[in-house]
């Protein structure tokens, strides 16, 4: 009798955990936002104004968590994702999360968008010690946990990607003349930074051109222009789509052939390499941690085939072609996850410990073998990348995955 | 020329809807109640604006903040476009500035708050008679441009890397909340909110007293005609270029005042963008109304998310067609709107 | 030398983009006496209706004369439904009909047509024309059209009796009414014409920029600049002024060391007011004297 119940016990407890049966020793314990039936998640993205291209990782997320809750939601919760509209910039952003975190009574915020929208409510959720989860964007101040230890990022960070081409460079050009395009903005500098660390003591000697360019610049054809006739023979070229194809077709046009190393930012194979003409992509060299859609050997993947079939169904309007469609519900996946680790004690505080606890977590369209760790001291989920080599029309992934994180 | 005591009644009124005035005018009601009337009612609003604090959740008292902070600083834009007929597409960078000012002083410096508002007031006047220096020859469009490049070339110099020591470039500059002072029993919002409130009280004030002035007549002349103004003997160069230190002024103070209540500064919060809803805001209120800007500030800040309460996808065409209605409804603004709707009642009073 | 070339024929390349969207604003100035903060969005708009006619499988040129003979009737559509109404409204509260107009194109274009960057082609193909990638075809032809769209113009406003009406109109509606001239109908012609002459600049630019719907958010700029530049009451003016700002811009960025590159932009834009400070109406401008 008793060895049968101290057995029962046994076999309760590690379900118990997940289940969240409520003859469980440990109480439920819920923090703002979550009832026996509902979770509150909080979210800004820029749905209108000049950045309003990044609107659709909202939408994205928002029919991910309902597909989620058509299929039951978490632990038996539905889950009410509250996105708004913060037009990429920092005071709307404040306001918009003061609403979340007062009126709205959200359990936690999950990938708010942008470094300077979340700059802005950086010091703010960390004083209201409200988890502020993986947020989208790439800076690297975000992995801080003795500083800001309710704020977590999600991707890897541009100051590692640019460590990353760094080594790519000093491995294959040693003696190369760099060139570097970049955004006169936080992600752009942030990749220059890491370049530049890379290179140790090489980069003032070989990085010749540092030319950035505005958002509001109608093209970049001057800086390639000029890049070529100061002799760069590698081109590392860190910009958003738009400015990348423009950059790749110019350089075809003008017969330039540099090395040339592409952000993971503006790498897509439809958003960038399309437009600029596929021939003219050839050797183009890059850095992935998510599986790109419109790349063809991908076609037959199982975690593609589930992401289209999820578009199909709760994201019809959207565009399968646009990399923020593929991200969105990455980040709703890894909440699903710190949620089903959290049980029943759905407070602030276990939250952020389970969202600091993940163990070779991965999602479906992350790239094979990338796997999401964090703990206590490490608050950067994804720290792995693969190279890929594009051969005129898929890239091809070459070297092991790649840890450069920059702490 | 006027009568000095129309003045008052006519105070701020938009150029183009001018001629509303006509009837009104003729009526002459009493100078004295009609003075009395407005007092009441500015007063009743001081009261209310005093209380909302304490019944509203600390959320809605920050959001209202921001509305005045707004308002003041569409007040600035005000002044030197309302009251002086300079088009100015620039005042994001003044607010920018006053910004940046407050919080480099606050964050570098560790200067008190309170010290940091005149001393981004005083910088933004003196950056704002410098750029009204030059923009004494250009007219229209002309300065439009002008104003625009300033806007324009603000984020980029916020962002230029020699500066980044003191700007913290991209990455903004995080400042810390002031708590109320002498244990008063408030929290930080509500010790701002009546912070923002008393220097509102203080510069709406000056600017109704400065526009009532002898010194106000001038500036309104300049818009109306500058060359006769001129032939007056009003000396249009100083006026004008005054007045664009003065609006700076207070754009550049409200600016201070919305780095201390967001927190943070950073130079993709002062973009053209920025500028466009200063503007629309002025439209929205009235132009050439001292208090049509706080609804324009009200209009700032809540309509975005109206748009968007609508639909998120369609957010911005949302606040496209609201904009659009309300300037079908009221073309001068709902300042010109209430004016009319008092002169309709006055009239019906008097007949 | 070669970098100087090569910088001055990328800036004539850039400018031939700014110097058509001067024109298109210079145009609807000349008409309704109002900058259009809208009409790089209408622009915008012009050439998704273009790109959607091809993708429906219709060839280019169909494709551009749909996209240009609606834009006209579109231009025409807003000056009637939106602006006649609020004619009599003061001067700002039209510029925020712009705003609003801007925002509700801009916004509509990304719900339709979503926000990654399309191709557009070229008639004029992307073959290099003096050698070295100094400019190609499309550049050229470009830089051809926009000169071609002044000079008809210009024949159109000295030549044509609907011209001269319209010219009277916009320079003195009271008189032109009363020779019976319909001044409303001429000031739609004009929003019409604008219109027009803005879609052919958007597909012109669009092959070089790709499609989106921030794409004119830039180039409206500069295409302002280069017409406040050149003088808002003359449209070879404005041309010029496109291309001197293009010109301007790329060899500020490319030889002023150390800031130049950070902020060209900053730094054109000062040259012009400067220019302006000299000549306050524009390089090319008459000079606006009001009577007393």
């Known amino acids: ?407 | 020329m006027t009568p000095p005591e129309d003045i008052a009644a006519k105070e701020g009124l938009p150029f183009a809807a001018a001629p509303d005035l006509g009837p009104e005018a003729e009526v002459r009601v009493p100078t004295l109640g009609r003075i009395a009337y407005r007092e009441i009612v500015v007063a009743a609003a001081v009261i209310v604006a005093a209380l909302i604090p304490l019944a509203a959740s600390s959320f809605v008292t920050f959001q209202l903040t921001q509305v005045m902070v707004y308002g003041l600083a569409i007040l600035g834009l005000n002044l030197l476009t309302g009251f002086n007929g300079q088009f100015s597409l620039g005042h994001s960078a003044f607010y920018g500035i006053g910004a940046y000012t407050a919080a480099i002083m606050m964050s570098h410096w560790s200067v008190p708050y309170v010290l940091t508002l005149p001393a981004a007031g005083i910088v933004c006047f003196i950056v704002g008679v410098a750029f009204g220096l030059p923009a004494l020859r250009l007219q229209g469009l002309y300065l439009a441009l002008a104003t625009f490049a300033l806007a324009i070339a603000m984020p980029q110099i916020l962002k230029f890397h020699p500066l980044e020591n003191f700007t913290g470039g991209v990455q903004g500059i995080v400042i810390d909340k002031p708590d109320p002072p002498f244990g008063l029993p408030i929290d930080a919002d509500q010790w701002l909110y009546y912070v923002t409130l008393i220097v509102i009280l203080l510069m709406f004030t000056a600017a109704a007293t400065l526009v009532r002035s002898r010194s106000g007549r001038a500036i309104m002349a300049i818009r109306d005609n500058p060359t006769a103004a001129a032939a007056m003997g009003v000396n249009t160069a100083l006026y004008k270029t005054m007045t664009f230190g003065v609006s700076a002024l207070y754009t550049g103070v409200a600016g201070a005042l919305g780095a201390i209540v967001v927190q943070y500064v950073a130079p993709d919060s002062f973009s053209f963008l920025l500028s466009v809803s200063f503007l629309v805001g002025l439209v929205i209120g009235g132009v050439g109304s001292i208090p049509g800007c706080l609804v324009g500030g009200l209009f700032v800040l809540y309509v975005p998310n109206i748009a968007e309460s609508i639909s998120t996808g369609l957010a911005g065409a949302i606040y496209g067609v609201i904009l659009l209605l309300v300037i079908f409804v009221v073309p001068t603004g709902t300042a010109g709107f209430a004016r009319a709707a008092f002169a309709r009642l006055t009239r019906a009073r008097h007949s | 030398m070669e970098l100087l070339l090569q910088q001055v024929m990328a800036g004539l390349a850039n400018g031939a983009i700014y110097a058509s969207m001067a024109l298109a604003v210079v145009m609807i100035y000349q008409a309704i006496d109002h900058l259009n903060f809208a009409q790089g969005e209408m622009a915008m708009f012009s050439t998704f209706i273009a790109w959607q006619v091809m993708q429906w499988g219709q060839p280019y040129w169909v494709a551009f004369i749909v996209a240009v003979a609606l834009s006209f009737v579109g231009g025409v559509l807003i000056e009637r439904v939106l602006f006649r109404p609020i004619h009599d409204a003061p001067v700002l509260s039209n510029i925020v009909a712009f705003i609003a107009l801007f925002s509700i194109l801009n916004s509509g274009a990304g719900y339709i047509w979503d926000y990654t960057i399309k191709s557009f082609p070229s008639p004029f193909g992307h073959k290099p024309l003096l050698g070295a990638g100094l400019m190609d075809t499309h550049e050229a032809g470009m830089i051809g059209v926009t000169l071609a769209m002044l000079a008809l113009l210009y024949l159109f406003f000295r030549g044509t009796r609907l011209g001269l009406a319209m010219r009277a109109a916009a320079a003195n509606p009271e008189s032109a009414r009363l020779v019976g001239i319909r001044v409303g109908w001429m000031t739609a012609l004009g929003w019409g014409m604008a219109a027009a002459i803005g879609a052919v600049a958007g597909m012109l630019i669009a092959p070089v920029v790709f499609l989106e719907p921030n794409m004119m958010l830039g180039v409206l700029l500069y295409g302002f600049a280069g017409a406040v530049l050149g003088g808002m009451t003359s449209p070879g003016g404005a041309v010029i002024g496109g291309f001197a700002v293009g010109v301007i811009e790329n060899l500020a960025g490319t030889f002023i060391p150390y800031v130049g590159r950070e902020l060209k932009l900053t730094i054109a834009l000062i040259l012009i007011v400067a220019v302006l400070m000299v000549r306050p109406s524009g390089l090319f401008g008459r000079r606006v004297v009001s009577r007393v």
């Open chain 1, 1 to 407: 009798m008793t060895r049968l119940s101290r057995r029962t016990i046994l076999a309760a407890a590690p379900s118990a955990l997940v289940l969240a049966t409520p003859f469980v020793a440990r109480a439920k314990n819920y923090g703002p936002g979550v009832t026996d039936t509902e979770i509150k998640i909080g979210n800004t993205v820029p749905y209108s104004g000049p950045a309003s291209s990044y609107g659709t990782i909202g939408k994205a997320q928002a029919a991910f968590w309902k597909m989620t809750n058509d299929q039951g939601g978490v632990n038996g919760r539905k889950i009410n994702f509250i996105s708004y509209d913060d037009g990429y910039t920092p005071p709307k952003t404040v306001e918009q999360i003061r609403k979340l975190v007062e009126q709205d009574q959200v359990l936690f915020t999950c990938a708010t968008l942008g470094t300077p929208t979340n700059s802005a409510i950086w010091q703010y959720m960390n004083q209201k010690k409200v988890p502020h989860l993986f947020v989208a964007t790439g800076a690297t101040k975000w992995d801080d946990p003795k500083g800001h230890p309710w704020t977590m990022g999600w991707q890897p960070n541009y100051q590692s990607e640019g460590r990353i081409y760094a080594t790519y460079i000093m491995k294959e050009k040693p003696d190369g003349k760099i060139g570097v395009l970049y955004q006169n903005d936080d992600f752009g500098k942030d990749y220059l930074k890491g370049l530049k660390d890379g290179l140790g003591d090489k980069a003032a000697k070989m990085i010749a051109v540092e030319a950035s360019y505005e958002t509001t610049d109608p093209t970049v054809d001057s800086q390639v222009v000029d890049m070529r006739a100061k002799g760069i023979d590698v081109f590392v070229n860190t910009a958003i789509p738009k400015f990348a194809a423009q950059a790749i077709r110019k350089a075809a046009e003008i017969q330039w052939k540099p090395l040339h190393v592409l952000a993971s930012i503006g790498n897509s194979v439809a958003a960038t390499l399309k437009p600029a003409g596929l021939e003219n992509a050839k050797d183009l060299v890059s850095d992935f941690y998510l599986k790109d859609p419109t790349d063809v050997q991908w076609k037959d993947d199982a975690g593609y085939k589930e992401w289209v079939a999820f578009m199909d169904k709760y994201y019809p309007e959207g565009d399968k072609s646009d990399a923020g469609n593929v991200i969105g519900p990455c980040f709703g996946m890894t909440a699903v996850q710190v949620l089903k680790q959290c049980g029943d004690e759905l407070t602030r505080e276990n939250v952020m410990k389970q969202a600091a606890s993940l163990k070779d977590f991965t999602v479906p369209m992350l790239l094979p073998g990338i796997k999401i760790n964090t703990g206590p001291t490490d608050f950067a989920p994804i720290k792995q990348v693969q190279m890929g080599k594009f051969d005129g029309t898929q890239w091809r992934l070459f070297g092991p995955l790649i840890a450069g994180a920059v702490t």
